[in-house]
């Protein structure tokens, strides 16, 4: 399957300030995916991102607060903008694996926000 | 809109016995079921599939079981190990889901030894 490395693993970060989140696969994937991770919770989907074209985003998340950028495909980035306490999650990328619809997940950015 | 919830929370079982969690799943027409596994400080890791054709498919240690008449899924551990403590997740892939995936909300497995 494939192996992803994601940057950074962790993060404590000023409100008001922005973090900018990578993720890089091993290999050519079409799908890349960005998960949350609140507190004591499970996943979910922000946003879609397929090279070439704008990410597709959940109800909930938007463009201006989670740019993400996709320029070839074994790389995203996710920003975090303007931040806030409430932003204190994690934050995973995913990618359709080798096998027909297996899914591969990073090992997650934990981000706390003073 | 679409959501996969569990019945329990936690679940605590003995070292060497069997364990079942269990999820419930809203959306009939879900064609495609996974289970993961996550421990503390890491991603979730891929356990078991299976696709909506199928009933029960075993692994390693694990079967899970699909019951689409109640919209159920389940995941048998047997003779469970220390490192199998942590939380579970299922996870479905929702019809023109743009192959997207929607999780319920966990089940932290802890083994008793």
């Known amino acids: 399957s494939a192996v992803i490395s994601q940057k950074p693993s962790r993060d404590i970060c000023q409100r008001g300030t922005s973090l900018t989140i990578q993720c890089q696969v091993d290999?050519?994937?079409?799908?890349m995916f960005w998960y949350r991770q609140q507190p004591g919770q499970s996943l979910t989907l922000i946003a879609t991102?397929?090279?070439?074209?704008?990410?597709?985003?959940e109800s909930g998340f938007v463009i201006d607060k989670f740019p993400i950028s996709r320029p070839n495909l074994t790389f995203s980035t996710l920003t975090v903008s303007n931040m806030s306490p409430e932003d204190s999650s994690i934050y995973l990328c995913?990618?359709?694996?080798?096998?027909?619809?297996?899914?591969?997940f990073g090992s997650g950015t934990r981000l706390t926000v003073v | 809109g679409e959501s996969v919830g569990l019945h329990l929370p936690t679940l605590s079982v003995q070292e060497g016995d069997n364990s079942i969690i269990n999820c419930a799943y809203s959306?009939?027409?879900?064609?495609?079921f996974i289970w993961y596994k996550q421990e503390s400080g890491k991603g979730p890791q891929f356990i078991i599939d299976?696709?909506?054709?199928?009933d029960k498919r075993q692994g390693q240690r694990v079967t899970v079981l699909l019951n689409k008449t109640v919209k159920h899924l389940s995941l048998q551990i047997a003779a469970t190990q220390p490192g199998d403590s942590a939380v579970y997740f299922c996870?479905?892939?929702?019809?023109?889901?743009?192959?997207?995936?929607?999780f319920g909300q966990g089940t932290r497995l802890t083994i008793n030894p």
């Open positions: 991102a397929n090279q070439g074209s704008e990410a597709t985003y």
């Open positions: 290999s050519q994937v079409t799908m």
């Open positions: 995913s990618v359709v694996g080798d096998r027909a619809y297996g899914y591969t």
């Open positions: 299976i696709r909506s054709n199928m």
């Open positions: 996870a479905e892939t929702p019809p023109q889901g743009a192959q997207k995936l929607v």
């Open positions: 959306n009939s027409a879900s064609d495609y």
